[in-house]
Each structure stands twice: as C-alpha cells, then as structure tokens.
C-alpha cells in the first residue's frame, strides 16, 4: 500500500510517500513500513512573522513541483497510490485550504480516498512509529500549542496545556523582538549557547499548566541591545520555558505513572528541552523517547504514515473539510 500525504498547516508546505508491507493485523513499523521520500517547502521567518495571505500563495504555488519531486524520490507514479492523505487542521485557514485543495483534486482525479489527518495526532504518531513508543505521556510543543497528554480509552487526553501562547511562538517572537538572525526560535537557540547570567522572568505554572506570555512583556521592557545581552535574554527565556515544561509534565508523570515519555512537535528539535526532559524522565525512571529532526519539524511523512494507520483501522470520517482549531481530543484513536 502507498500512500501520499500533503502537509500545509502553516509555514511548512510538505509532500510524501510512505510504502507499507505490513499484514492486515500487524503494526506499522519501520521493518515493514518506509518513507519513500518526505519533501519540504519552508516560507522563511522574515521580522514582520508569518502573513496568512502569503504563506497560502507560496504553497499554492509550490504544490505542484514539490508533489512531482516527492513522487520522483519515491520512485512512484501517481496511479500506483492507493490514497491521498492530507493535515486538515488545527492550523491557518489559508494554508489548510491550500492543501486541501491539492489533495482532494488529486484523490478525486486518481479515485482513491481522500484521509484527512489531525496535524496534532500526526506529530505524536511519526514520534511513536520511529521511537517504538508504546503508551506514552506526550509532551508536544510546536508555534502554536504546547500539551502535556496521553491515551486513555482511545483518546489522548490533555492533563497540561498552555494557557495562553505555544513555547514555539515564545522563542519565535522572542526573536523578533531580540532582532536575532534568524529572527526566530533557531536565533534565540543559537544565542542562548552565549549566555552566562540567568535573569529572573515571570515562572507561571498552575497545576499541569502553563502561560509564556509574561516573558515576552518582560523582554519589551527590558529591551537588551548588547549580544551578551541578549545571549543572557536567550538564555533566560530557553531555561525558564523549558523549567515549566519539565516541572508540569513531572507532576502529570507521578499520577500517570507512564513507563515512555515522548517528545514531539517542531520544538522538540531543541537539544536543551531534550536533556532536561531526559533527566527529569530518568529520574521517574520512565523511558525517554525523541524521534529525529527530520520528524518533529511539521513534515508530509507524518500525515502520510497517520493516513496510513486511519485506513488500516477503517477509521477515515466521512466529512473532509479543513478545521482551524480542531482539539487533539476530539479525535478517537483506533490504532
Ligand atoms: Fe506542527
């Protein structure tokens, strides 16, 4: 079975094909299952951050050669798919219906089903596939979310989340505000390498959640200029994010008692969040598991290989069309 995924919930257009041999009752897994190619199309962060109208008219512009190179990498023509998958939300309106365009134009054209995949259900199942991951506490952090969840009775169910801003957006707009070069989460994660001096900033935990957005009020008013300045500021903000992310998710860890704890989402990329998760998940003596950069970053091979699991469950539903703000435990997960 092949099947193509389409990926454009935000600044990442994203195109693949992921090939299964797997039998009718065994799990997908990277011995029977591979990636064919996994295609990406990233809008650079510029310092006026990321405008809906545009990033729409760049995935739309670039669906096409981007599906033809996905197809050439994976050595596959068009008709030999068995399904189109593609993320239909949570995300921008705009760019969601981009991808929903393609990929219904496609699937129509090709008469095979078109399966739309949750974009949040999608980070956590690439993290589960490549890891071996089996009943995890998740901790998924990207731009626009961060959650601390895991399953029960078939849905995952949030124990934590932000209340106000995903970490992802904090780095992002930290950087801006820093004028850092790349005005973004990777500038202030660079910096941050720099820093010496660790500057008290808002530490807002409330039970299992969390809010950002005090940190960012504070950096405008404290507007560093010098780079040890701001190598301090990135510091700062890396070490007192990442302190909530750790000290929730260890609160939501004593009660669940999970054996894994999984890491994923686009800021799962950042080594620091990483060690600290690892040393907190040693301690509780639970299993820490990270898949790699290629697929934490908002990537198609995620909805492909998620499409891929819908349709062994028989789990695709019927209504199709692209939500902005679909919740990860809307979605029942029958795999
Ligand atoms: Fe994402």
Redesign the pocket.
């Given at each position: 079975m092949k099947v193509l995924g389409i990926e454009s919930?935000?600044h990442t257009l994203g195109v693949s094909v992921v090939e299964s041999k797997a039998l009718k009752k065994t799990k997908p897994s990277p011995g029977n299952t591979r990636v064919l190619s996994n295609v990406i199309e990233k809008y650079p962060s510029t310092a006026e951050g990321y405008v809906p109208r545009k990033l729409a008219d760049h995935h739309a512009k670039l669906l096409g050669p981007t599906l033809e190179k996905a197809l050439a990498e994976a050595k596959t023509k068009a008709a030999e798919l068995d399904a189109v998958a593609y993320s239909y939300g949570p995300g921008i309106g705009h760019c969601l219906h981009a991808g929903y365009v393609g990929a219904k134009a496609l699937s129509e054209f090709l008469g095979v089903p078109l399966v739309p995949v949750n974009?949040?259900v999608a980070?956590v199942e690439v993290a589960r596939f490549f890891t071996g991951a089996r009943a995890p506490l998740v901790v998924y952090v990207?731009?626009?979310n961060s959650q601390v969840f895991a399953l029960e009775d078939k849905r995952y169910r949030v124990f934590g989340e932000t209340l106000d801003i995903g970490v992802g957006n904090l780095l992002d707009n930290a950087g801006r505000i820093l004028a850092l070069e790349p005005p973004d989460a990777v500038g202030v994660l660079k910096l941050a390498s720099e820093g010496k001096k660790l500057s008290s900033l808002p530490y807002t935990v409330k039970g299992m959640s969390f809010a950002f957005s005090g940190m960012l009020t504070s950096l405008k008013k404290t507007r560093p200029r010098t780079r040890q300045e701001k190598a301090d500021a990135c510091f700062s903000v890396q070490e007192t994010a990442f302190s909530m992310l750790v000290e929730a998710t260890e609160r939501c860890l004593c009660h669940t008692r999970n054996h894994e704890v999984l890491l994923c989402?686009?800021n799962a990329r950042n080594k620091r969040l990483q060690q600290m998760l690892a040393l907190m998940a040693s301690e509780q003596g639970a299993r820490f598991c990270v898949a790699a950069d290629e697929y934490n970053g908002?990537n198609a091979a995620m909805i492909a290989l998620t499409g891929l699991q819908m349709l062994r469950a028989d789990a695709v539903p019927v209504t199709s069309l692209p939500q902005q703000r679909i919740r990860i435990d809307s979605q029942r997960i029958e795999w």
């Open positions: 919930t935000a974009h949040a980070h990207s731009g626009g989402g686009g908002d």
